[in-house]
């Protein structure tokens, strides 16, 4: 079982930047694929970004690609969510969640009910 804190959300005007971070507990975060999903008030939760176990392979969302970074370091049990240029639109409750399908995880990375654990999640506010 792998347990999930995320941090480092806040309060920021349009065009400036956070990272986020995941941290895991247990010995076997690398055994994880993991995404980052954001969820704004009224809407629906929605994928934002996906980083394989090793961290060979990320994806995004097309509305935060050349905005937004995703990276992890295994030896931290930890990923990151580096958000950069951020518009009022990204304003929203972000989530880590975790993924022990290593060899389907491409197939579906953006696909909420494929992540086994999630967070608690992380209040993003951008002020316009």
């Known amino acids: 079982q792998v347990q999930l804190h995320e941090s480092g959300g806040g309060l920021v005007q349009a065009g400036g930047s956070l990272r986020l971070s995941c941290a895991a507990s247990g010995r076997t975060f690398s055994r994880y694929s993991m995404g980052w999903f954001r969820q704004a008030p009224g809407k629906e939760r929605e994928f934002v970004a996906g980083?394989?176990?090793?961290?060979?392979?990320?994806y995004f969302a097309d509305s935060v690609k050349d905005r937004f970074t995703i990276s992890r370091d295994n030896a931290k049990n930890t990923v990151y969510l580096q958000m950069s240029s951020l518009e009022p639109e990204d304003t929203a409750v972000y989530y880590c969640a975790a993924d022990s399908d290593l060899w389907s995880w491409a197939a579906k990375y953006s696909a909420s009910v494929s992540y086994d654990y999630w967070g608690q999640g992380t209040q993003v506010t951008v002020s316009s």
């Open positions: 980083i394989s176990w090793s961290g060979g392979d990320t």
